[in-house]
């Protein structure tokens, strides 16, 4: 069965400085893989995907993500973060099967932004 | 409208109350999907439709969920004798066809307490 794992519960980063967090999956073949943002009391937004192709993914608002086969990972990237980025991030592994479409998703990790 | 519309944006029902919960996806969105999302959790799979036909229900927990699309569009999950374990975010998605490949548009969901 396909599972994710995000191995950091909760990071603090400083505002400017660059940001990593950590995805890693299990899947039997080439997953689509995603990631989400989920701010307070909303719905989740995606801010990019990963299909084939170039295994570096850019994203919406500064991010960019690195599918590496041979770890099984998909990391979450961002040189410098900004206050409004705190929220919770969420990796999800979906299926290439048309027709079986549903998303596994981490337990995500909290970014909290200081000053 | 222009996103997936949820509602109520909160319900608080007594143990042993049913609760149905409304979804209204982007207009022209094929499929649809439901998920709960316990606290400190990421979001974990209930069902899943294309237009009126529900494809996958393996992750409803209990013959108490129910969901149901009639005519393609509007969708309402329903939870029969509702009970503290219940008490969660329940999150639609829609997509056009070929849902994992876009990533879903996610509402900001219902959030429901039993007591």
């Known amino acids: 069965a396909q599972s994710v794992t995000q191995p950091d519960i909760h990071i603090t980063v400083s505002e400017g400085a660059s940001l990593e967090l950590r995805c890693n999956y299990s899947y039997g073949a080439t997953p689509y893989l995603f990631w989400y943002v989920q701010s307070p009391g909303q719905g989740l937004q995606l801010l990019l995907k990963?299909?084939?192709?170039?295994?570096l993914v850019q994203g919406i608002k500064g991010f960019e993500a690195e599918f590496k086969r041979s770890q099984s990972s998909f990391n979450l990237r961002k040189p410098s973060v900004h206050w409004s980025d705190a929220a919770e991030y969420f990796c999800?592994?979906?299926?290439?099967?048309?027709?079986?479409?549903?998303?596994?998703f981490g337990t995500g990790t909290r970014l909290t932004i200081i000053p | 409208g222009a996103g997936v519309s949820q509602s109520p944006r909160y319900k608080v029902a007594k143990r042993g109350q049913d609760v149905a919960l409304r979804c209204d996806p982007i207009s022209g969105h094929v499929s649809l999907f439901w998920y709960q999302q316990a606290l400190g959790q990421g979001p974990e799979f209930l069902t899943y439709?294309?237009?009126?036909?529900?494809?996958?229900k393996s992750g409803l927990p209990s013959d108490r969920f129910f969901a149901e699309r009639p005519e393609g569009s509007v969708s309402t999950l329903k939870i029969q004798r509702t009970q503290q374990e219940d008490s969660a975010v329940y999150l639609c998605a829609s997509s056009p066809s070929g849902g994992a490949g876009y990533g879903y548009t996610f509402g900001s969901g219902t959030r429901l307490t039993v007591v």
């Open positions: 990963y299909f084939s192709g170039d295994t």
């Open positions: 439709f294309q237009n009126e036909a529900q494809l996958d």
């Open positions: 999800a592994v979906g299926p290439t099967l048309f027709g079986n479409e549903k998303l596994t």
